[in-house]
């Protein structure tokens, strides 16, 4: 009995995994879009809501502070600070164009969550204390279900958002009639909902 047709086999995975899987994943996790190209997003979790924030139209966020932080601003924006006077801040919605890259920030408040959108195969745990980056590009336009995969408290079930893809136009216009939030957040994130 030869082992010869077991080392081919064994040399045929060795070199599947060096020269396409090890490649392409690295690609894929860690090769992140420009923030200059990207769209980007804040995503807040805590029990058991979703809290999401755009740049709004000069590209940057504003400041957090932990003395801002309250019922109506969720996420601690500060008030007196002019990057954040057009950011837009919205809850269980999250409104993204198609065919962009988008680069998230995920971060927790409370406990551990996971940030799961099936379609977009797209799978990342938000752990407290940590800003953990994720990347993906919708590819198709719609509504569709932002779970969260990781058991986080009796509310866990109920935990849940919906992603709006818009084409390019319709974002623009969503991002045009959002209102700028200052922190507080537009009622249910429904803003600009009607093309979902």
């Known amino acids: 009995m030869s082992l010869a047709p077991d080392f081919v086999v064994l040399a045929f995975e060795i070199l599947l995994i060096v020269v396409y899987a090890i490649p392409n994943w690295n690609r894929i996790k860690n090769s992140f879009p420009s923030e200059r190209e990207a769209n980007l997003v804040e995503v807040t979790a805590e029990q058991f809501t979703w809290t999401f924030r755009h740049p709004g139209k000069d590209a940057v ?84 279900e932002i779970t969260c995969a990781q058991l986080c408290g009796v509310g866990h079930a109920g935990m849940k958002a919906d992603v709006v893809v818009h084409t390019a136009a319709e974002y623009e216009a969503w991002a045009g009639t959002a209102a700028p939030s200052s922190g507080r957040p537009s009622p249910a994130g429904e803003v600009g909902d009607k093309a979902g």
Do not use: Y
């Open 61 to 144: 966020f504003g400041r957090r502070i932990p003395e801002a932080l309250d019922f109506a601003n969720p996420l601690g924006l500060d008030p007196a600070d002019p990057a954040g006077a057009d950011d837009i801040v919205t809850v269980n919605v999250l409104h993204l164009p198609l065919g962009r890259k988008t680069l998230a920030r995920l971060a927790s408040k409370d406990v551990i969550h996971s940030f799961f959108i099936p379609e977009f195969r797209v799978k990342q745990d938000v752990v407290p204390g940590m800003v953990i980056p994720v990347w993906f590009e919708p590819t198709l336009a719609g509504r569709f």
